[in-house]
């Protein structure tokens, strides 16, 4: 699969090891805000969404054009292993308003704000070798 928009992230934080996380990501629309109550965290989800495209965009695979209330993404990836002893990060460019991230099943992260960027530290969280669902 071709990844979307595969360009390093922020030119001026040079990082000798990183990953783009573009592409396909399960999604599920979540209108009544209650997925932890409905099992979301521990399931998969029931459509496809290319990131870094929102929802609304024909290019995401979704182009809804309804208010989303909540939605959720998740992608397991694998953590390479020559990450071992390093911070682990995960960056989020742009989102949209109320965000909360989970990795392997642990609240990690909740951030508030109209689509800036915030940055997460799965050190500890996920492992170097091992697969991390986020």
Request: net charge negative; aromatic share 12%.
């Amino acid at each position: 699969m071709s990844i979307p928009r595969n360009e390093y992230p922020r030119p001026q934080f040079v990082r000798e090891k990183w990953m783009c996380l573009n592409g396909e990501w399960q999604f599920e629309i979540d209108q009544g805000d209650c997925g932890l109550e409905r099992g979301l965290l521990d399931r998969d989800l029931t459509d496809t969404i290319t990131v870094p495209f929102c929802p609304e965009s024909k290019l995401s695979g979704i182009e809804t054009h309804d208010f989303l209330n909540a939605v959720w993404y998740r992608r397991t990836v694998d953590i390479p292993e020559d990450w071992q002893g390093q911070r682990i990060l995960l960056h989020f460019q742009a989102v949209d308003y109320d965000t909360t991230v989970w990795a392997n099943g642990r609240e990690v992260k909740r951030h508030r704000g109209g689509f800036t960027p915030f940055t997460c530290d799965l050190s500890g969280v996920v492992q170097a070798g091992d697969s991390a669902t986020i």
